[in-house]
């Protein structure tokens, strides 16, 4: 609390809130608060055509998130804010980019092969993962977004891009009749500098518009020393509304990049980042083809302060139209282009003194420098970095269009679905070297090896590509619910094929390209029974079926099984028992579920084939809220036991995932002196989880606390968000490369958000 002025001025202030809390009269009612708490909230992901239906029809597991809620969660980055949904173990350690998140019970691990992102109903890119990049990656949070819904399992398989474990669909608020607007500005402990700007209003009879976005820039919450993170976006959506429907065009551009937070020794401060202004410009080795069959290098230099982020657009429009006589048409299309690049130090090996290390003639190192000449005492820790490079361009198109039929008792939707994808990239990774291990610690100049296996078994090395690919998907799908009484039955199908062509120049680069071409076919399926056996609860039985197609980096990465004959497709099997309940002070939706992955492919480093793995999963999710008065008590809960039932590892816990997290969150409305106020939190307990498949490292439980303070001064809106109160040394993954090196990546530190919103 005592690196920033900022921060003890906030802490003290903040802390008349929670005594005054206590004094207020029973019975004040804050902004948006109201005497009758009927939920009546309404979805439109994984329903036929996009069509809404109350939470509390549905018959799958879906969480809503209101644009307040996600105000108030004052999240760091996208995936920071899917914590929030049930089912997810999300790490949002990595910085405002490249989270792992992973899905109740399906394997992992890296990246978020089991999650899609939409917005507006399509998903941002249709592979949910390339390495070094995942969907969450490709958005971000900002005053234009009205909700969020996160729906596992359901009929998941069927609609969208068949994702069978998460979509999360952010929708985009709209104009309104009356011009309104928002501008907002946030500071923090760690030097953000933010401004969010929001506007809507009418432009013509019947034509609205919302356009917003924000410029933000900071050093980081772990302080890089130089404005790590920047960032910029804007979004314009255009809705135009028709006697029997309604069209709309958003388009949405985003610059938004941050330093890469990676695992570091286990002793160093949870604030510690390696990048600083005396590293950040590394000379790379590239290697390229020689043009006679053979490789050569160059060399270039690259800023490691770039980190991770997204540089493009994503643009849609849609059209929703009631045709008459009960026939409805839903059509959606939509376009992202841009840059998802990584660039930073990645940890090779444990920290070591000086006197460990060789010169590359093997004789032992007795006197050591930095670039730039410093001197490097005996007693001072180096570590092996590597500067890894990579470049990535994505484009990919989507459309999905629906046609329903409705009659009194029966509904009908058929659809097609289609999208077409693209990567151009190339990768330098590896090219590690010794460096003063701490922030912003220097290069060690001089020959000094790396490859001592004595000292570390994890030798230096490097690892080239380039690499292009283009995918193409075709679904077909049809979805009927039948309604008898208080029963309502539903049956959807899905039919697709995926073209996909691949060529990658990988290992060290000699312009010989290996080519990958499948040309796949999948049938997934889902089914339910839902019965609203009371006014304000009901229950339903769901089982689906899905896969997972192969994307681009399996066929690299299990290159020889494809050439064997397998399809590298993973399938998925899902069993839902849910029970509802929404009236008017309270809700409760709980899940148990179970699944089976298999064809997860598995492979042991150095291998030529792969084994498939499978696995299992028994569980429960919890959803509820409930208000006394001006008190709101939220929980959040997934209980599960997730196991490897396949291979060696046979019996063992799925890695990285816990047996059980929970998340109790609170808010309490009051008025001091006219003025209506807040204070809101949450308590999370999240379970040991293993680092690998094997389970041969553990990584223990913790803690986190978080709290916030919200006054509402007329139009002026001020609220304080303290991240991680209590400062807690939260572990989310070890060393993937090296389970025994010690280094792990810890939770991001506490930090403080104060921002000032203005609305007219």
């Known amino acids: 609390m005592k690196k920033k002025p900022l921060v003890l001025a906030i802490s003290f202030g903040a802390m008349p809130l929670g005594f005054l809390s206590h004094a207020v009269a029973q019975g004040s009612i804050s902004p948006g608060a109201s005497e009758d708490r009927v939920m009546e909230e309404v979805i439109t992901t994984g329903t036929p055509g996009g069509a809404g239906i109350r939470k509390l029809d549905a018959s799958f597991s879906i969480t809503t998130l209101s644009d307040d809620e996600i105000g108030k969660a004052s999240p760091s980055s996208t995936a920071d804010l899917l914590k929030s949904i049930p089912g997810l173990w999300v790490e949002s350690s990595g910085g405002v980019s490249g989270a792992n998140i992973d899905v109740r019970g399906f394997p992992g691990g890296s990246d978020a092969p089991f999650v899609t992102v939409s917005m507006s109903g399509l998903p941002l890119y249709p592979a949910p993962t390339l390495s070094f990049m995942e969907n969450s990656s490709l958005f971000r949070v900002d005053e234009t977004i009205q909700r969020v819904e996160g729906l596992r399992g359901g009929p998941n398989p069927v609609y969208s891009n068949g994702q069978p474990g998460l979509t999360t669909n952010f929708i985009l608020k709209e104009g309104t009749e009356e011009t309104e607007g928002r501008f907002k500005y946030t500071t923090s402990d760690y030097d953000l500098q933010r401004a969010d700007a929001l506007l809507t209003g009418k432009l013509s009879e019947d034509v609205y518009y919302m356009m917003g976005g924000y410029v933000s820039s900071s050093p980081g919450i772990r302080d890089a020393g130089f404005d790590a993170e920047e960032g910029h976006q804007f979004t314009l959506h255009l809705t135009k509304e028709m006697d029997n429907g309604k069209a709309g065009f958003y388009v949405r551009d985003t610059k938004d990049t941050g330093t890469w937070y990676l695992p570091n020794a286990s002793f160093l401060a949870t604030d510690y980042t390696q990048v600083g202004p005396s590293n950040r410009k590394v000379l790379v080795p590239i290697s390229q083809a020689d043009g006679n069959g053979g490789s050569e290098t160059r060399w270039e230099t690259f800023d490691m302060g770039e980190g991770r982020g997204w540089d493009g657009s994503v643009a849609g429009a849609y059209l929703e139209l009631d045709l008459g006589n009960g026939w409805s048409l839903t059509e959606r299309f939509g376009l992202t282009s841009g840059n998802a690049d990584t660039l930073g130090f990645v940890p090779n090996g444990r920290p070591v003194l000086p006197s460990e290390l060789r010169y590359d003639d093997a004789t032992g190192v007795t006197s050591a420098t930095t670039v730039s000449g410093a001197e490097v005492s005996n007693d001072t820790l180096l ?116 073209q996909t062509n691949y060529s990658v120049d990988d290992g060290s680069r000699d312009g010989i390209f290996t080519t990958y071409k499948a040309d796949e076919e999948g049938t997934a399926f889902t089914a339910a029974v839902d019965w609203a056996f009371a006014e304000n609860m009901g229950t339903f039985f769901r089982v689906n079926s899905g896969f997972k197609f192969a994307d681009f980096d399996n066929y690299r990465e299990f290159g020889e099984s494809f050439r064997a004959g397998s399809d590298l497709i993973i399938d998925i099997d899902q069993y839902e028992l849910g029970y509802k309940l929404q009236d008017q002070d309270y809700s409760l939706f709980a899940t148990l579920f179970y699944n089976e992955t298999q064809g997860m492919p598995d492979c042991i480093i150095g291998s030529t084939t792969c084994a498939r793995l499978e696995t299992e999963a028994l569980g429960l999710e919890l959803d509820g809220k409930a208000h006394w008065g001006d008190f709101t008590l939220g929980l959040n809960a997934t209980l599960q036991k997730p196991e490897i039932t396949s291979g060696d590892f046979k019996g063992n816990q799925v890695m990285r995932q816990p047996e059980y997290q929970v998340r109790l969150s609170q808010n309490y409305d009051f008025t001091i002196n006219n003025i209506d106020m807040a204070v809101f939190g949450g308590v999370s307990r999240v379970g040991d989880r293993f680092n690998d498949s094997k389970n041969s490292v553990t990584l223990p439980g913790y803690t986190k606390v978080d709290f916030g303070a919200v006054a509402y001064l007329n139009d002026v809106t001020v609220q304080l968000a303290l991240d991680n109160l209590t400062d807690e040394e939260g572990i989310t993954e070890g060393d993937p490369r090296d389970p025994q090196a010690t280094n792990v990546r810890y939770i991001l530190p506490r930090n403080i958000k104060l921002s000032i919103a203005y609305d007219f």
Do not use: M
């Open 383 to 498: 570590q092996q970095f590597g500067a890894w490079v990579v470049r990535k361009d994505i484009e990919a198109t989507t459309n999905d269009i629906s046609l329903a039929k409705e009659w009194d008792d029966f509904k009908v939707t058929a659809g097609y679905y289609t999208s077409s994808w693209e990567v151009d990239e190339w990768w330098s990774l590896g090219n590690q070297a010794y460096y003063v291990l701490g922030h912003d610690g220097e290069q060690v100049a001089g020959d000094i090896s790396c490859d001592d296996e004595e000292l570390d078994p994890v030798l230096c090395w490097s690892y080239d590509l380039e690499a292009v690919g283009d995918a193409r998907e075709n679904a077909f799908y049809i979805a009927g619910e039948f309604y008898l009484g208080d029963f309502t039955f539903d049956l959807g199908v899905r039919s697709a094929n995926r």
